[in-house]
């Protein structure tokens, strides 16, 4: 076999892992769950969930990956043969189907905004003109599918040619350009009269609003929002050569994100109650609420067509890893079998996603315990698949690698100290296990 693809520049895995967490998740997600869980008590238990559980788990996935030099799911074959192990990269391959499935839901939606933006049709409307218009659009099933389907098909396309050569380069300016752009909106938005309330919202906890639910939602969102128990991130660190630092690229990864959510959350809040609008609005949340936002700064049209394409760009890095971990595991690193499996799979996802995309119209009534199929879809990743996810890789790494190995993995390219090794062992080994299962038995009622 061929040497294995690694990624053309030592920036390149960071992007790509970078691109892979940053995407809906913290910019659409997060304001709408928060939004539903009360603020700033969710916030806060969201960032304690990420250093304690996200943070740890994101560098186990690393090891993982770099140890065993292979895909998702032979990578836990090599270091556990013999053993049943490799059904936790089999798991991550079924939680990035359904994921992806409805998360080409919402790239459709930025897909068929970006449209209206730059045909005109979204200027100099009032903000309650903006929610109607986009719910109009995604209760349309031909508009629905068709913007679903052109997301996916972006993201086959890229996958199809191979390890997103090309795309890191890209990521190198859109990544930062993003940013910028928030920082923009920020400001902006905490300008607005009556901003304080939206902050006040965000950041101040108020924990009578904190039910097992909540705490549950948090987990997830912090799962969710660093790409952790789905293994894709076994399969980006296993093309890392071994100079690279993994603490150090694990903690810019954590920090960006938390960033951007804090970012996300600034932008989103403060507009929320300056233009009287309901903060737990749900999925569509970001979508009414942000072209008001644009609207009121100098050239919003044209800031708000620029951030949809950096958002397109962030949530196609995201959705580019989701179908990567599967077809990487099918192809086994055959360019001919890529390019087949990609399509192949990747048109199965727009399929089993057509339900979803329709939950926002026509099968809107459809719900199973209060929840659309959409809800249904995002719920069983976010709180069942990627909490179970995790919790096995937290099991695996423990039980399955050496310390001694793991130690040298982690200390090649970044001279990691012992004292920090030792905790991230600690809480891998107990801390999260643990919380994870205590969390989810803890919203069963059993605890
Ligand atoms: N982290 C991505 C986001 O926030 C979603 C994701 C989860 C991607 C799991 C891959 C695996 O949008």
Same mark, same amino acid.
């Given at each position: 076999?061929?040497?294995?693809?690694?990624?053309?520049?030592?920036?390149?895995?960071?992007?790509?892992?970078?691109?892979?967490?940053?995407?809906?998740?913290?910019?659409?997600?997060?304001?709408?769950?928060?939004?539903?869980?009360?603020?700033?008590?969710?916030?806060?238990?969201?960032?304690?969930?990420?250093?304690?559980?996200?943070?740890?788990?994101?560098?186990?996935?690393?090891?993982?990956?770099?140890?065993?030099?292979?895909?998702?799911?032979?990578?836990?074959?090599?270091?556990?043969?013999?053993?049943?192990?490799?059904?936790?990269?089999?798991?991550?391959?079924?939680?990035?189907?359904?994921?992806?499935?409805?998360?080409?839901?919402?790239?459709?939606?930025?897909?068929?905004?970006?449209?209206?933006?730059?045909?005109?049709?979204?200027?100099?409307?009032?903000?309650?003109?903006?929610?109607?218009?986009?719910?109009?659009?995604?209760?349309?099933?031909?508009?629905?599918?068709?913007?679903?389907?052109?997301?996916?098909?972006?993201?086959?396309?890229?996958?199809?040619?191979?390890?997103?050569?090309?795309?890191?380069?890209?990521?190198?300016?859109?990544?930062?350009?993003?940013?910028?752009?928030?920082?923009?909106?920020?400001?902006?938005?905490?300008?607005?009269?009556?901003?304080?309330?939206?902050?006040?919202?965000?950041?101040?906890?108020?924990?009578?609003?904190?039910?097992?639910?909540?705490?549950?939602?948090?987990?997830?969102?912090?799962?969710?929002?660093?790409?952790?128990?789905?293994?894709?991130?076994?399969?980006?660190?296993?093309?890392?050569?071994?100079?690279?630092?993994?603490?150090?690229?694990?903690?810019?990864?954590?920090?960006?994100?938390?960033?951007i959510v804090l970012l996300?959350?600034?932008?989103?809040?403060?507009?929320?109650?300056?233009?009287?609008?309901?903060?737990?609005?749900?999925?569509?949340?970001?979508?009414?609420?942000?072209?008001?936002?644009? @609207?009121? &700064?100098?050239? *919003?049209? $044209?800031?708000?067509?620029? #951030? %949809? =394409?950096? +958002?397109?760009?962030?949530? /196609?890095?995201?959705?580019?890893?989701?179908?990567?971990?599967?077809?990487?595991?099918?192809?086994?690193?055959?360019?001919?079998?890529?390019?087949?499996?990609?399509?192949?799979?990747?048109?199965?996802?727009?399929?089993?996603?057509?339900?979803?995309?329709?939950?926002?119209?026509?099968?809107?009534?459809?719900?199973?315990f209060d929840k659309t199929?959409?809800?249904?879809?995002?719920?069983?990743?976010?709180?069942?698949?990627?909490?179970?996810?995790?919790?096995?890789?937290?099991?695996?790494?423990?039980?399955?690698?050496?310390?001694?190995?793991?130690?040298?993995?982690?200390?090649?390219? @970044?001279? &990691?100290?012992? *004292?920090? $090794?030792?905790?991230?062992? #600690? %809480? =891998?080994? +107990?801390?999260?296990?643990? /919380?994870?299962?205590?969390?989810?038995?803890?919203?069963?009622?059993?605890?």
């Amino acid at each position: 076999m061929s040497q294995r693809e690694q990624w053309s520049s030592k920036i390149g895995f960071i992007l790509a892992a970078a691109g892979s967490a940053i995407g809906l998740g913290a910019i659409w997600k997060f304001p709408y769950i928060a939004g539903q869980n009360g603020g700033g008590a969710f916030f806060l238990i969201f960032i304690l969930f990420t250093l304690l559980l996200g943070l740890p788990l994101l560098l186990a996935e690393f090891s993982i990956g770099r140890t065993a030099q292979s895909n998702a799911v032979d990578s836990y074959r090599k270091i556990a043969p013999g053993t049943r192990w490799h059904w936790v990269g089999i798991l991550g391959m079924i939680t990035s189907f359904i994921l992806l499935s409805f998360y080409s839901v919402i790239g459709g939606w930025i897909v068929v905004y970006l449209f209206k933006a730059i045909t005109g049709q979204l200027n100099n409307l009032s903000s309650d003109q903006y929610a109607e218009v986009f719910g109009a659009t995604i209760s349309n099933p031909v508009t629905s599918v068709f913007v679903q389907f052109l997301f996916i098909l972006m993201t086959i396309i890229v996958v199809a040619k191979g390890v997103q050569k090309g795309i890191e380069l890209a990521s190198k300016i859109m990544m930062p350009a993003l940013f910028i752009l928030f920082i923009l909106l920020v400001v902006r938005a905490v300008t607005l009269d009556n901003a304080m309330d939206g902050i006040t919202f965000l950041l101040q906890p108020d924990f009578s609003k904190v039910t097992s639910q909540t705490i549950l939602e948090a987990m997830g969102q912090s799962f969710f929002t660093l790409s952790v128990g789905v293994s894709v991130m076994v399969t980006y660190s296993s093309y890392l050569p071994k100079t690279q630092s993994l603490p150090r690229s694990a903690i810019s990864i954590v920090a960006m994100n938390i960033f951007i959510v804090l970012l996300a959350g600034l932008a989103i809040f403060p507009a929320v109650f300056a233009f009287d609008l309901e903060p737990g609005a749900g999925p569509v949340l970001l979508f009414n609420v942000l072209p008001t936002v644009f @609207s009121q &700064l100098p050239f *919003g049209m $044209f800031f708000f067509i620029a #951030f %949809l =394409i950096l +958002f397109l760009f962030a949530a /196609l890095t995201s959705a580019f890893s989701m179908l990567e971990i599967i077809v990487s595991v099918i192809s086994k690193g055959e360019p001919e079998k890529r390019r087949k499996w990609s399509w192949i799979i990747g048109l199965a996802i727009f399929v089993f996603g057509i339900p979803s995309a329709l939950s926002f119209g026509i099968l809107g009534d459809i719900t199973l315990f209060d929840k659309t199929i959409f809800d249904l879809a995002d719920f069983a990743v976010s709180n069942v698949l990627l909490p179970i996810g995790s919790l096995l890789i937290s099991l695996f790494v423990p039980m399955k690698m050496k310390k001694t190995a793991l130690y040298e993995e982690l200390k090649q390219g @970044s001279g &990691l100290k012992r *004292g920090l $090794f030792e905790t991230w062992f #600690f %809480l =891998i080994r +107990f801390v999260a296990p643990l /919380l994870i299962l205590a969390v989810m038995l803890d919203v069963l009622g059993v605890i």
